[in-house]
């Protein structure tokens, strides 16, 4: 069972160091690079994985986990990586790790020369949800990531993943159905969607999209096998989420206070510190 305050914890300090540049142990860094469909997000950790500093802006680079605006993500990394690197006193970042949705290995070229680009050496690639129990740290489970274009998950056994899948419906497809129902534009539903404020309104305009969701993971996970989902991955901030996931698998879902910055950290601790 992942223990769940220690985890809360350690995302707080997560979120922390995107306005705090906490000094680090040691003398070596580790960097998580994680492109995402709606977000890149930079994550920097000392060699005890410590969070020091993180950076995010929202992006359109990415559809279902591919690059298809290579310079847009080159800019944008460039940029998080130049803003993270004056916050810890002109401190040139080397290393780093990335992550890619299971199923999409093909690209996984891309993602590395938009990393290579920028002057990053790639030194290590995960797939989303083994990244993110790099924090969870479960022993049975599965291990559920949603991020902007996929429904991607890890089951694990005895601490090691069996099986990984991954499957298109995300957080744009939640935005999709809220602009279609509200008649406003995706720009807007994806801001509506980031309004925790608007969840309790919005959940039943989207339950059908997270039963889908859910049905992905029912599909892959035997109940009799995997007893209990832990949820991670920006669309899991749909306050209300986990619920949905219990009733359609019949199996205990947990996530964490903030589930958007768990795979981004663990994609971070699996880099080789410099």
């Not at 310079?71 to 290393?95: P, Q």
């Not at 093909?106 to 995960?126: D, M, P, Q």
């Amino acid at each position: 069972m992942m223990d769940l305050q220690r985890v809360n914890e350690y995302m707080k300090r997560i979120e922390e160091s995107e306005t705090v540049t906490f000094s680090p142990v040691g003398s070596k860094l580790k960097v998580g690079l994680d492109l995402g469909t709606a977000y890149i997000v930079l994550v920097v950790l000392d060699e005890e994985n410590n969070p020091i500093a993180c950076e995010k802006k929202a992006a359109s680079v990415l559809r279902d986990g591919i690059v298809y605006d290579y310079t847009g993500a080159l800019n944008i990394v460039r940029e998080l990586k130049e803003k993270l690197e004056k916050r810890l006193g002109g401190r040139e970042l080397i290393n780093c790790a990335i992550a890619m949705p299971a199923g999409t290995e093909s690209s996984i070229k891309t993602h590395c020369y938009v990393a290579e680009g920028v002057g990053f050496e790639v030194t290590n690639i995960l797939d989303e949800p083994t990244a993110a129990n790099s924090i969870y740290q479960i022993k049975n489970g599965v291990v559920v990531d949603i991020g902007g274009g996929t429904t991607g998950l890890a089951i694990l056994k005895e601490q090691q993943v069996v099986q990984i899948e991954d499957e298109p419906t995300g957080g744009t497809h939640l935005s999709l159905v809220l602009a279609g129902n509200y008649h406003i534009s995706f720009d807007e539903a994806e801001k509506l969607k980031q309004d925790y404020g608007k969840h309790k309104e919005i959940l039943p305009v989207v339950k059908a999209v997270v039963e889908k969701m859910a049905s992905i993971v029912k599909k892959y996970v035997n109940p009799a096998e995997v007893d209990t989902i832990y949820l991670c991955g920006g669309t899991c901030c749909l306050k209300g989420i986990e619920k949905i996931f219990e009733k359609e698998t019949g199996m205990p879902t947990i996530k964490p206070d903030n589930p958007f910055l768990v795979t981004p950290a663990g994609i971070a601790m699996n880099c080789e510190a410099n």
